[in-house]
Structure formats: C-alpha cells, structure tokens
C-alpha cells in the first residue's frame, strides 16, 4: 500500500511504499533538461558498459578521467538536495556518491535485483527520459538471496528515494527508450534519507541530518581549497 505525507514540509511525498521507496511531490523538469543536455555533451560518447537490457554509465569519485564530470554531476546534485529542501549534510558523503546514467532500450527488462556489485545503502533516481515504470518484490520465502512475489508496480515522474538493498526490477515494455540518472548513496541509510526529506519547515534553517557522529576532517575555511 502506498501513502502520500503532505504538511509543512519543503517537499512533500507524492508516493511512499514504506522503507522501500518515496516519490517527491517535485517538479523535476529542468533538471532533466539540464542533465539531459550534459548526457548528450560529456557523457554519451563516454564510459559506456553493458549488462543485459541496459546501457550504463558510470562516473565515479576518484578517477582522474572522470573528475571535471564528476564534479559537474556533484554540483548539480548539491543545488537538487537544496532545490528539494533536503536536509542532509552532503559535505559528510559527497565523496561517496556514485553517478550512473542507466538506459535501456524498447522492449527490455531487467530482471529484480539488489544493490549486489555496487556497496550502496540507498539511491535518489532522477527520470530523464521514456516512462519510468518499477516493480518492487518481496524476498522469496523459501530462499531469500531470491526475488519472491511482487509487491507492485510503480510508474514514477519524479524523483524517488530507493531502497536498493530491497529486490526491484524494471519493465520497459513499451516502444520507446528510458533512461534515469541513478545517484548511489554509499554511506546514506534509507532511513536517514528519508528523515533528510522530513525536517519541518520552521526549523531547516538550523537543522542538519549527519550520517556520522563525528565532524569531516576536510574544510572549507582553511586548508588546501575543496575542489568539490
């Protein structure tokens, strides 16, 4: 059963499956324009892999090769968490974020999954273009390294909040070709990220969500400057 949280929030829930996944009630129109006209500039001709259905790529912390588009990517989604009210702290985790463009052709699926090669607790997914449709399964009862039942089948227009530690799978069943930017959240529990989205209004000026119980060495006030 889905519900939807509305009240004095920044952003409000359009959708929400429990722990499992939550649509924004947000209007992510030009972030698609933008990320869209980035894909075509810097990344299409770039970093691609395949498996299975899909067309990946991936742009990660660390590579010298990547870092002018990772930087690009880590900046845009800083204004995206601010645009949407979030009030996690990005500075703790920004160096733990894993972008990756998944595209899929007409008539492809892949098949439910969980977050098994990528060490992520959690994913904001951004639709960009096609119909972004996802099904969501329960673990199977006699072996749970297996997908069971599905859950039910959600199409989504904007962003989501994603429990990929959960089985989920994809549907592209019509005659047109999806594609989403998938942000993996290495260190963001799914719990932490949606309390990031539940910080009532009179108090997101003062208040932070910290993933860590300890303040980052790193700074932006002394020190060799932040290049991110």
Known sequence: MSTARKGP???????RFGKRLVELDFDC???QKKINTFFKKRIENKYESGIGGQRTYHIDYGDADQMVDYIWLSKMFGEFLKDTNCMLDLNEFKHLLKFTFIRMDAQTDLPPHTASFIRSMSSINIPLTGRTRIDLYEDHHEDPQTFGNIITC??????ILLNVNQFHGVRNNVQEERMILKVHLGAVS????IKGFQVPQGVQETYEV???DHE???SNTRGSKQRI
């Open 190 to 193: 799914m719990e932490k990220l």
């Open 29 to 31: 129109t030009g972030y």
């Open 216 to 218: 980052m060495p790193w």
């Open 210 to 212: 910290k993933i860590f």
């Open 9 to 15: 929030y920044g952003t409000p829930f359009k959708r």
């Open 154 to 159: 959600h199409h989504y227009t904007s962003p």
